[in-house]
């Protein structure tokens, strides 16, 4: 008789899933004029109706998931930086932030105009506020003595984010993304940056 207990086999299925609708939205914002709906993105994707909403309860959840994702991985750029490469980590996770909205443009411009609840503005938010902490953290005694890092955490991934929304409400969508990236730059302190 075995002591160990037998774990069971992670089922591929659900990553894959996401992956193709993850993989349907950036195929869809890239060709111009393309409807960005459930629909289309079930019929680019593969996936069933079911099957998308088995993973999301609509486009807003799609997109917080999405952006969620993506910051979680873009604060893995902060993992093992030292205070001397965090500035550089930060420019280079807010180049990673700029890409990504920027490969998934009118996605993430439709979505200004649904009616995405508060909570969802509030994930998105956090998510990036995750990597923030981290950068923070890198930095070590650079932060000012006193501050609530989960507070500056929130409050410089809130700022980001109202900077990229502006951008997307402007529409414009030429504008180079190392513009982008110097607008996220200019309001993250400069402590963090490493610019002062």
């Not at 939205?25 to 593969?46: H, P």
């Not at 969620?68 to 996770?93: C, K, L, P």
């Not at 900077?163 to 409400?169: A, S, Y």
């Amino acid at each position: 008789m075995q002591s160990g207990a037998r774990t069971k086999p992670v089922d591929p299925r659900p990553a894959r899933t996401r992956a193709a609708i993850y993989e349907a939205v950036a195929g869809l914002t890239s060709e111009q004029g393309q409807d960005i709906s459930v629909n289309a993105i079930i019929r680019a994707s593969g996936v069933s109706r079911s099957g998308f909403y088995a993973h999301f309860t609509g486009l807003d959840d799609l997109l917080v998931a999405m952006y969620t994702d993506a910051y979680r991985d873009i604060a893995a750029t902060y993992s093992g930086a030292s205070d001397a490469d965090t500035a550089q980590a930060v420019r280079h996770a807010q180049e990673q932030v700029v890409a990504f909205t920027s490969e998934r443009w009118a996605f993430a411009r439709s979505s200004l105009d649904w009616p995405v609840s508060s909570r969802a503005h509030e994930l998105v938010i956090q998510a990036h506020a995750d990597g923030i902490r981290a950068a923070i953290h890198a930095r070590g005694d650079a932060a000012p003595a006193g501050i609530d890092i989960d507070d500056m955490s929130t409050f410089i991934a809130g700022g980001i984010v109202a900077v990229l929304t502006r951008w997307l409400r402007e529409g414009d969508e030429s504008l180079p993304q190392s513009v982008v990236v110097d607008r996220l730059l200019a309001v993250i302190p400069g402590w963090l940056t490493g610019s002062s």
